[in-house]
């Protein structure tokens, strides 16, 4: 009977540990999906519950920190992401998004450091010097700024952001011509196509060109 009784315990126990995990993976594909539609609040929610329940799992924490920055809670995104690099600080990509959320409010000195360490952590991350460029640019530290986005081209020249980030920087130097054939061919890369969010930067230098 007691051996009875102890294979019965063990049966539940695993029985309990497949429902665990039968639920998480379906708490996971409703995530994707809400994610997908750009749902950020109820993503939100969704990963509070995953977390919840496993809360020692660094790419949670980074999920939802990226789920809150979209939905422009920067402040609590980098609560998140601080906590997933406190839990496994090798993680990729998470220094970068809040690194965007340092630079949304405004931290540019931090948003530069967390750019640099992705670096550190990544060094196929070489997207982080236009990163970096950008938020010099926002600095209105131009050397800076052009320094870090010719060495983005230099390694990436396939990077039609960076065209375009330098034609920014030109601009704000007051260089037309340098800017204005940056910025077309930042164009004739594709860098609309690929990045329509980027159309009020072409607008405003389109502007810039015709005068």
């Known amino acids: 009977m007691k ?4 294979l019965l315990s063990v049966v539940l126990i695993f029985t309990s540990i497949f429902i665990a995990e039968a639920q998480g993976k379906e708490l996971l ?12 609040d109820n993503a939100e929610e969704s990963l509070t ?5 496993n809360p020692n799992k660094a790419v949670y924490y980074s999920q939802r920190g990226y789920v809150k920055e979209m939905n422009l809670k920067y402040k609590e995104s980098i609560e998140d992401f601080t906590k997933a690099i406190e ?10 998004n809040r690194g965007y959320a340092y630079r949304n409010l405004k931290e540019y000195d931090k948003a530069i450091s967390d750019f640099k360490d992705e670096l550190k952590v990544n060094p196929k991350a070489i997207y982080s010097y236009e990163h970096i460029s950008m938020v010099y640019y926002l600095k ?3 050397a800076k700024a052009l320094k870090n986005v010719n060495i983005a081209i230099e390694k990436e020249p396939s990077n039609s952001i960076s065209y375009k980030t330098k034609a920014l920087i030109y601009k704000a ?6 800017a204005c054939s940056n910025k077309d061919k930042a164009i004739k890369m594709g860098l609309l ?3 329509p969010d980027f159309q009020n930067d072409i607008d ?7 005068q």
Not at 3 to 6: C, E, G, I, R, V
Not at 204 to 210: A, I, P
């Open 173 to 178: 130097m007051g260089k037309k011509k340098s």
């Open 193 to 195: 196509d690929d990045y």
């Open 3 to 6: 051996t009875l009784k102890t």
């Open 140 to 142: 209105k530290d131009y």
């Open 87 to 96: 839990l496994d600080p090798e993680q990729p990509i998470v220094r970068t």
């Open 204 to 210: 405003e230098l389109n502007q810039f060109c015709s």
């Open 29 to 40: 594909t409703t995530i994707r999906k809400q994610i997908q539609n750009k749902d950020w």
């Open 49 to 53: 519950k995953l977390i919840k329940d």
